[in-house]
C-alpha cells in the first residue's frame, strides 16, 4: 500500500471511528456531518468525500462494527466435541452482545427504530455476515438437519434471554453466570434433537 493510499485508509478509518462513537452517544438523528468532521478533525469537504451522506456514513459504521466477530465465534463450531463447540460459540456470542459496544448499538436502534424504521432494516441487512451460514452448516453435519434455521433461532433466543436484563439498566451478569446459563440452553437443545 503507497503512503497516500495508506494516509487515505487512516483518514477512512478516523471518519468510522468518530461517526460511532457519535451516532451511539448522540443517536442517529441528533448525529450530524459538522459534528463528525470536527470530531474527526478534518473539514466538512474532506468528509463528503469519503462519505456522500449521513446514510452512506451510518451504513458504513454498521458494517464496520459488524465485520469485527465473525471470526472468533466460528473458530469454536471446529471442536470435535458438539456440545464443546456450541458452548464456546455461544459464551463468545453472548459476551460480543453484552459489550458496551453493542448493548449501546441496540439502545440506539430502538430509540430511533419509531422515528426511522429503515435503520433497523438496514442494520439488520449490513455485511456480509457468514455466522448464519456457518452455523447452518454445522447444524446439517452435526444433527442431519436439513432445515435447521428454526432449531437455530430458537436456541440463539435462549442463549439470548441473558441480555434482556442488561438492556433495561440492570448490571451484566458475571462470567460463571453466562456459562451456567449458555450451557442449560444448549443442553436443552441436545435433548431437544436428540
Known sequence: MSKIEQNKEKKRLAILKAAKDIFLAEGYVQTSMDRVASEAK????????????KDVLFEATLRQMGSQTDDKLVVHLQQEDTRQALVGFAKDFVAFHLSN??????????????????????FMEVGPDD?????MQFFNDRFNIEEPKTKINLW??????????VLMGMPAPTEQEIEAHVEASTDLLLAALA
Open 42 to 53: 478534518m473539514t466538512k469537504q474532506t468528509l463528503y468525500r469519503y462519505f456522500s451522506s
Open 101 to 122: 459496544e453493542h448493548i449501546a448499538t441496540f439502545k440506539l436502534l430502538i430509540a430511533e427504530g419509531s422515528k426511522s424504521p429503515e435503520l433497523v432494516s438496514r
Open 131 to 135: 455466522t448464519d451460514r456457518v452455523l
Open 156 to 165: 440463539l433466543g435462549m442463549v439470548m434471554s441473558i441480555r434482556d436484563g
